[in-house]
């Protein structure tokens, strides 16, 4: 006589196999996602690593955000990124502006620079402005994709990339940090997926951290305003608190709601949601990264009252 399972052993087999995937499957994710955590660290890493190489032969200084410069376009300046490339090697390659010129220029996209589980884009990690200052922020006489803030401070460059006569905004040493291993230098973006970018710099004057006119405390930006998506959602400078923010200028807590960070000493490391402060980590004295302030530092955040209050500026 053959033997063969019942009906009811096979059901019993189906749901032992039912149960051990539900166990296994959120695992087999958590591991995914720790994996490319992992591989985002080290390519910020890298990344911090180069800068810092660009710095030794420039000065101690580190590179400024962005440039403009004859054969590229004003959405695509020649930015901190290119400037470590050579020091980098990896994920540099030459595209040509048709509309601007016959001759390929280096861009910096792919590989190292591209944060694992994001969407494909440019300009996925954005540098503090605070180190690293960007023009952009500041042009006026054509805007050049600034915030038509009307500030001529640091607005060295026209559209086409001739001088103004204006000084720039320079970039500072890492010798100056105060607080060298406490000081953001850069950190992966939300990404418009329509644009196949982020923003050119990320922002990082206190307003936006402290959520516009919702005034955080700490300013750690609103939980909402971390997201990939539509430009139309998430290039939001309308100060909605409850909507995704002008996250493609924000950092993105891709990774279980953490971001991985590079800091002035070149080390990297996570910093959850809601740790990661503009009073700790991204604020650096006298420097002015507000266009609407005009000359005049964030410190008086750390006043009585405002969002850094309690805080140590030093």
Not at 108 to 128: C, L, T
Not at 176 to 183: E, H, I, K, Q
């Amino acid at each position: 006589m053959k033997k063969a399972f019942t009906l009811i052993e096979l059901l019993v087999v189906i749901a032992i196999i039912a149960i051990l995937a539900a166990i296994l499957f959120p695992v087999f994710a958590q591991a995914k996602s720790a994996a490319k955590k992992t591989s985002d660290l080290s390519n910020l890493k890298q990344l911090a690593v180069g800068v810092l190489m660009y710095a030794g032969d420039n000065e101690d200084l580190f590179p400024r955000n962005d440039y403009l410069v004859a054969g590229r376009q004003n959405w695509a300046p020649f930015t901190w990124r290119e400037a470590a490339g050579p020091y980098v090697k990896n994920g540099i390659s030459l595209v040509l502006y048709a509309s601007t010129t016959t001759t390929p220029v280096p861009v910096a996209s792919g590989q190292i620079w591209s944060s694992p589980g994001a969407p494909d884009a440019r300009y996925q990690y954005g540098a503090n402005q605070a180190v690293m200052p960007s023009g952009q922020q500041f042009r006026t006489g054509g805007h050049c994709g600034d915030n038509y803030s009307g500030n001529t401070i640091g607005d060295d460059q026209t559209c086409a990339g001739d001088a103004t006569g204006t000084a720039a905004n320079s970039s500072i040493s890492q010798t100056s940090l105060p607080r060298l291993a406490n000081t953001a230098v850069f950190i992966p973006m939300g990404i418009a997926t329509n644009w196949g970018a982020s923003n050119t710099y990320m922002q990082s004057g206190s307003w936006w951290w402290g959520g516009a006119s919702n005034r955080i405390a700490g300013a750690t930006i609103p939980p909402k305003w971390d997201a990939d998506g539509d430009s139309s959602v998430v290039n939001d400078y309308s100060g909605n608190i409850d909507g995704s923010g002008p996250a493609i200028a924000l950092p993105r807590f891709r990774y279980a709601g953490s971001v991985n960070v590079a800091w002035g000493d070149g080390h990297a490391k996570s910093k959850r949601k809601g740790g990661l402060s503009w009073c700790n980590d991204i604020f650096v004295p006298n420097s002015n990264v507000n266009p609407y302030s005009g000359d005049r530092s964030d410190s008086y955040e750390f006043n009585a009252g405002n969002i850094c209050a309690g805080y140590n500026p030093n």
